[in-house]
C-alpha cells in the first residue's frame, strides 16, 4: 500500500491506546524484525472483527510480542477465550509482560509451541482461527485449520499479499512467498468456503467455513 495513503488512513483511524503504544514501541526497540508486528489500523481491524463475530474460542497462530493477541481479546466477549501460539521463547517474556499489563490474562492463554505440532495434537474446535505465523507453513496451517474450524467458522489470515510480491512472475528463493502464494492459490480454489481479500495493510484474507 502507498505510504502516504496508509500514513492517511491511520490519521483518520482511531488511535492506538499508551499500553499498546508502549507495546509497540518495545517491540522497535529489543526486537530483530519488529515489522513482524501488528499494525495500528491493523490492530483494530481485528478488534472490531471480533467484536462483530463474537466467537467463543480463537486460536491465533503467531502472537509476537502479543499486539494483535491483545487486540483480538479486547474484541472478545464475556466467558470467550484465546489461545494464542508462539514458536520463539525468546521473545515471550514481552508477550506476557503486555498480556499482565493489559489486564486480560483471563481471555488469553499464551502457549510457546510450533503452532503446527501443537494444531495436530489439539482437539479443541475454534470458532475463529487467525493465521500470522511461518509464511512457509501456511498452506499446511490452512488445511489442519479447517479441521478445527466449526461450521460457519472463520480464518483470518495476514500478510496474504507479502508487499505485493504476489504479483511478481519471477523465479526467486523466496521461501515465504512461495508459501503465501500456494496458500492464497489453495484457498480460491477452495468450495468449502467463501472468501475476500481485503487491501489492508499487507493484505488479509477473511475465510468463511460453509
Same mark, same amino acid.
Given at each position: 500500500?502507498?505510504?502516504?495513503?496508509?500514513?492517511?488512513?491511520?490519521?483518520?483511524? *482511531?488511535?492506538?491506546?499508551?499500553?499498546?503504544?508502549?507495546?509497540?514501541?518495545?517491540?522497535?526497540?529489543?526486537?530483530?524484525?519488529?515489522?513482524?508486528?501488528?499494525?495500528?489500523?491493523?490492530?483494530?481491524?481485528?478488534?472490531?472483527?471480533? *467484536?462483530?463475530?463474537?466467537? #467463543?474460542?480463537?486460536?491465533? /497462530?503467531?502472537?509476537?510480542?502479543?499486539?494483535?493477541?491483545?487486540?483480538?481479546?479486547?474484541?472478545?466477549?464475556?466467558?470467550?477465550?484465546? @489461545? *494464542? =501460539?508462539?514458536?520463539?521463547?525468546?521473545? !515471550?517474556? @514481552?508477550?506476557? %509482560?503486555?498480556?499482565?499489563?493489559?489486564?486480560?490474562?483471563?481471555?488469553?492463554? &499464551?502457549?510457546?509451541?510450533?503452532?503446527? =505440532?501443537?494444531?495436530?495434537?489439539?482437539?479443541?474446535?475454534?470458532?475463529?482461527?487467525?493465521?500470522?505465523?511461518?509464511?512457509?507453513?501456511?498452506?499446511?496451517?490452512?488445511?489442519?485449520?479447517? #479441521?478445527?474450524?466449526?461450521?460457519?467458522?472463520? /480464518? /483470518?489470515?495476514? !500478510?496474504?499479499?507479502?508487499?505485493? #510480491?504476489? &504479483?511478481?512472475?519471477?523465479?526467486?528463493?523466496?521461501?515465504?512467498?512461495?508459501?503465501?502464494?500456494?496458500?492464497?492459490?489453495?484457498?480460491?480454489?477452495?468450495?468449502?468456503?467463501? %472468501?475476500? &481479500?481485503?487491501?489492508?495493510?499487507?493484505?488479509?484474507? &477473511?475465510?468463511?467455513?460453509?
Amino acid at each position: 500500500m502507498n505510504t502516504d495513503i496508509y500514513n492517511y488512513i491511520e490519521s483518520v483511524s *482511531s488511535k492506538e491506546d499508551k499500553l499498546l503504544y508502549n507495546l509497540r514501541r518495545e517491540t522497535n526497540l529489543v526486537t530483530v524484525h519488529p515489522r513482524m508486528l501488528c499494525g495500528i489500523v491493523q490492530g483494530k481491524f481485528l478488534e472490531f472483527i471480533v *467484536s462483530m463475530l463474537k466467537p #467463543k474460542n480463537v486460536l491465533e /497462530i503467531g502472537s509476537f510480542t502479543a499486539y494483535s493477541t491483545i487486540c483480538i481479546a479486547r474484541g472478545l466477549s464475556e466467558n470467550a477465550k484465546l @489461545i *494464542s =501460539l508462539e514458536k520463539n521463547d525468546e521473545i !515471550n517474556w @514481552i508477550a506476557q %509482560k503486555y498480556v499482565g499489563l493489559s489486564g486480560l490474562e483471563d481471555k488469553i492463554e &499464551l502457549i510457546t509451541a510450533d503452532a503446527l =505440532l501443537w494444531m495436530n495434537k489439539t482437539t479443541t474446535m475454534f470458532d475463529m482461527i487467525y493465521i500470522d505465523g511461518d509464511k512457509r507453513e501456511y498452506p499446511n496451517y490452512y488445511k489442519r485449520a479447517l #479441521k478445527l474450524l466449526n461450521k460457519n467458522g472463520f /480464518i /483470518i489470515a495476514d !500478510n496474504v499479499l507479502w508487499d505485493n #510480491k504476489v &504479483l511478481a512472475d519471477i523465479t526467486n528463493n523466496d521461501k515465504m512467498l512461495d508459501g503465501i502464494k500456494e496458500f492464497n492459490k489453495m484457498v480460491s480454489n477452495d468450495n468449502t468456503v467463501e %472468501k475476500v &481479500l481485503l487491501p489492508v495493510r499487507d493484505g488479509i484474507f &477473511l475465510i468463511k467455513k460453509i
